[in-house]
Structure formats: C-alpha cells, structure tokens
C-alpha cells in the first residue's frame, strides 16, 4: 500500500478553501501551494479572479459579478477582452 498526503488550506471563517491531495511518489511543489494561498488572499479581499499560472503582479479578472461602472470606479482602467472577460492590473500592486 502507498499512503497519500493532503494539504488543506483553512480560512480565517474555519472554511476550506484549497484541498489538493497527491501521491507519495509525487513531490510537493510550495511554489504551487504560496502561489495558490496568494490568489485565495487576494480574490478574499478584491473582487477579482486569477488565471492559470497567475503570479504575484501580474494581471487579474474582473468577476462578472463586477459591473463596468463598479469596475472603473474600483480598478481604474481595464481591458475588455470579450464581453464577459475583463482583465485589470492587480489590486494593491
């Protein structure tokens, strides 16, 4: 038998918000772990999403929730990608 090893991320409101379990044979990655711990941080405190491979500083999404003129008063200037796809520097950068 091979064990398995988890990772929870718990918030401050006793809530998971990340899981990620994986196989003994594969080695953790804690770029992987602080990148995702920043994305929960930050889309907690703005209303934004990040994208695949997102790092700190680089670009966000508006959430759809995010009308255009809440987003232009929240974020400045953004890029409207497609209709429902708004892109916007990072918040606090």
Do not use: C
């Not at 920043?38 to 994208?51: F, G, M, N, Y």
């Not at 680089?58 to 974020?75: G, L, Q, W, Y």
């Amino acid at each position: 038998t091979a064990t398995v090893r988890s990772v929870f991320v718990i918030g401050p409101d006793k809530k998971i918000k990340l899981s990620l379990t994986y196989p003994m044979t594969t080695g953790r990655n804690f770029d992987e772990l602080l990148r995702a711990i920043d994305s929960i941080q930050l889309t907690a405190e703005h209303k934004v999403a990040t994208p695949a491979n997102w790092s700190q500083g680089e670009d966000v999404i508006i959430t759809p929730a995010v009308s255009d003129d809440e987003a232009a008063e929240k974020f400045g200037e953004f890029e409207r990608v497609l209709p429902y796809l708004r892109k916007t520097k990072q918040p606090g950068t």
